[in-house]
């Protein structure tokens, strides 16, 4: 068997990216010190270690699906406990710094069918840009429109310019 270069590249994004995972939790072991000069930039570091972490996830998928097409796995699964899920990593990475909330619609079912993986990944990278320019708060909503399931992160930032 014979490695190619695409192999290496693939190996070694896998390598960064479970260092960058393990630099992640050796920074979750710094205490806050309650100071915004100390806390914030350990935050914001932690923030776009997480980031990087996602993207690397993310590009080993897509290098994955170059070769084959990337099959949809579609099954059924709890909406309710999937924004559960996703609001309590988002408050563990806002780490106090931003209120997170769930709401979900009354005409949400407590199952539906989907494919979490990649509805994971569209939801992270939103949560993601909501916890670098959010102010105070970040929203995850659940809702049926037009007889879709519709999730949504929502933030109080000015938006994009």
Request: charge should be negative.
């Amino acid at each position: 068997m014979s490695l190619e270069a695409k192999d290496l590249y693939a190996a070694l994004m896998h390598e960064l990216k479970n260092n960058l995972g393990l630099l992640s939790m050796a920074m979750e072991r710094i205490p806050r010190q309650g100071a915004e000069e100390h806390d914030r930039p350990l935050d914001d570091a932690r923030l776009l270690c997480q980031q990087v972490v996602e993207r690397l996830r993310q590009s080993l998928l897509l290098y994955k699906a170059a070769d084959h097409a990337m099959p949809v796995e579609v099954d059924a699964y709890s909406p309710i406990e999937f924004l559960h899920e996703m609001r309590d990593e988002t408050a563990s990475l806002a780490r106090g710094r931003l209120q997170v909330g769930v709401e979900i619609d009354d005409n949400v079912p407590p199952i539906w069918f989907f494919d979490r993986n990649l509805v994971d990944i569209a939801l992270t990278n939103a949560i993601h840009n909501s916890l670098a320019y959010a102010q105070s708060r970040i929203d995850l909503r659940a809702s049926v429109v037009d007889g879709m399931l519709c999730l949504t992160v929502g933030d109080d930032s000015s938006g994009f310019p």
